[in-house]
């Protein structure tokens, strides 16, 4: 069937129909005196062209603008072609004279120096052309050379969680005992990372030895109820005594071979007493406190439906609580069993002892369960972790199965010397800082003095907190946050950031000697300049 066309007047029909909906619709009246969307068509093109015009305008002053003003004495300036950086001086030959910085941080702590930027203010930089700035006289070049280039604001501070970590090179071709002997220990430092791998459990341990005194340690969780160390020290270290035969037996030590360690890391883990059995007063004796057939000085527990054992130590007027693993331990060293399951499960109506004997508290030290020795070719790497955890100091060891995994490639440190005993990388959030006190314990909180440590893995001391303020780095002394004293002792330190030390001028500085190291190609290659130096 042949359709209709559409005349010409049917469509003019339609067209009128709906500018009379739209002339309704927008101004209430569908009598078309008007077109109702003509005022508004008007409004976006002239918003459009004035847009237009707006942006052309400021793209003009960018390009050719002027050079900008140079700011009164007492001020900060960055020359806006070259970044080098002036603080802005007078005298009586000059109404403002420039003073080549050396560095950022030394600009700012000059006009700290000069009563600048007021007490605690953060002192902000003024960029200028260097066209400006080629008006004014100079001054000597002046500074702290060893004080940081970049200063991240206060808003990019490195969260608190630090983490000083070994890695191992083994030879696996050489067979496990020699592999193990063998292996070479870089070591790497963390900051402002929260994820260092997977926790040590209670059942593992670090069989150690220091690379640099040779000296044997047991690395091992402990039990929080029941150590004397802060709630939060989960992982602690403890010298082993080869001579107490049932502690080496137990914790599997005699046929281990020890894992080679740093001293930087083995120095951070908190140290206990060595690893050896109590005395127990009266020991084998009786007590008619005790269960029937139970002698002083015996490990019985106790078991609990749906939880773990609990595990008792003996004395002459009630129980005293141990751990597993030191209830393994002192149940092998009187009955020569090596079965933690033979222990009796017989209590009685003992109580807990009010007055615990001198050197059983040591007890509650020793490992939370029986721990296995973990050889290298399982995790090959191992760290000591330290996390801030609302005020807590959350300090546990993490182990990697392979090399140390960091976000982003660390950075190798000009005293690496690989299996030496210096730190060899350092990996903080790239345009990240820290400032902290450098506690010197465990549950140290606001304490030891202040640090500002950059994300290239130096340490800078800061004098004070409205020094870090005037920095930029911090807002408010509260931002200051806690981190472990290890980091500082590990890490290379740089300038004391001290307004009196700022104004030392130079017309030349002698550089101290570095390491020829150039940068490597895609392929692990030095790239040319010779042979990669230390």
């Known amino acids: 069937m042949a359709s209709t066309p559409t005349t010409k007047s049917q469509v003019q029909a339609y067209k009128f129909v709906v500018r009379r909906m739209e002339s309704a619709l927008v101004r209430k009246d569908s009598v078309m005196l008007h077109d ?13 062209v004035l847009a237009c015009i707006g942006c052309i305008g400021f793209l003009v002053w960018g390009l050719f603008g002027g050079k900008g003003s140079v700011p009164d004495p007492g001020s900060v300036v960055i020359a806006k072609e070259s970044g080098s950086v002036y603080v802005v001086t007078a005298d009586d030959a000059a109404d403002k004279r420039l003073i080549p910085m050396l560095n950022m941080a030394s600009a700012k702590l000059l006009v700290m120096a000069q009563g600048g930027g007021g007490q605690g203010q953060a002192i902000e930089p003024t960029t200028v052309k260097e066209a400006a700035l080629a008006e004014f006289p100079r001054g000597p070049r002046t500074g702290m050379p060893n004080a940081p280039e970049f200063l991240p604001s206060a808003n990019d501070q490195a969260p608190a969680a630090w983490a000083v970590c070994d890695q191992a090179d083994v030879n696996e071709a050489l067979g496990q005992q020699r592999a193990e002997e063998s292996a070479k220990i870089s070591t790497t430092v963390m900051g402002g990372v929260t994820d260092h791998g997977q926790r040590l459990r209670d059942d593992q341990s670090l069989f150690v030895q220091d690379t640099a005194s040779g000296q044997q340690y047991l690395v091992y969780n402990v039990d929080p109820n029941l150590s004397d160390r802060p709630s939060s020290t989960h992982t602690v270290k403890a010298r082993i005594n080869p001579n107490e035969a049932a502690v080496t037996e137990m914790y599997g030590l005699n046929q281990a071979v020890p894992r080679q360690v740093s001293t930087h890391m083995l120095n951070a883990i908190p140290e206990v007493a060595p690893l050896e059995l109590p005395q127990v ?59 933690i399951d033979a222990i009796p499960n017989t209590t009685g109506q003992l109580p807990n002892v009010n007055d615990v004997p001198e050197g059983i508290e040591q007890l509650g030290n020793f490992p939370a369960k029986v721990p296995d020795p973990v050889p290298f070719r399982d ?43 210096s730190v060899d990388h350092f990996f903080m959030p790239p345009g990240k800082a820290a400032v902290v006190h450098g506690n010197t314990n465990e549950a140290g909180s606001g304490i030891g003095p202040t640090y500002f440590v950059s994300d290239q893995g130096v340490v800078y001391g800061v004098k004070d907190a409205p020094t870090a303020q005037g920095l930029g780095v911090i807002n408010a002394p509260g931002d200051i946050k806690d981190a472990p004293g290890w980091v500082m002792r590990t890490l290379p330190k740089g300038d004391y950031l001290d307004p009196a030390q700022a104004s030392f001028v130079y017309d030349s500085i002698e550089v101290q000697e570095g390491v020829n190291r150039p940068p490597e190609n895609e392929n692990g290659a030095a790239a040319a300049g010779g042979p990669a130096g230390g």
Request: hydrophobic share 35%; aromatic share 4%.
């Open 36 to 48: 109702p969307m003509g005022s508004h068509k008007r409004a976006t093109i002239g918003g459009v």
């Open 281 to 339: 007063p009266n020991q084998g004796g009786t007590s008619p406190n005790l269960p029937r057939g139970q002698a002083i000085g015996d490990v019985v527990k106790q078991t609990v439906p749906g939880d773990a054992d609990q595990f008792f130590l003996l004395l002459g007027n009630g129980k005293q609580p141990i751990s597993a693993g030191a209830a393994a331990v002192m149940h092998a060293s009187r009955t020569n069993s090596t079965n």
């Open 379 to 421: 995790f090959n790497s191992s760290c000591l972790s330290w996390v801030d955890n609302g005020g807590n100091h959350e300090i546990r060891a993490t182990l990697y199965r392979d090399e140390v995994n960091t976000p982003k490639a660390p950075v190798k440190l000009a005293q690496a010397d690989d299996a030496g005993p």
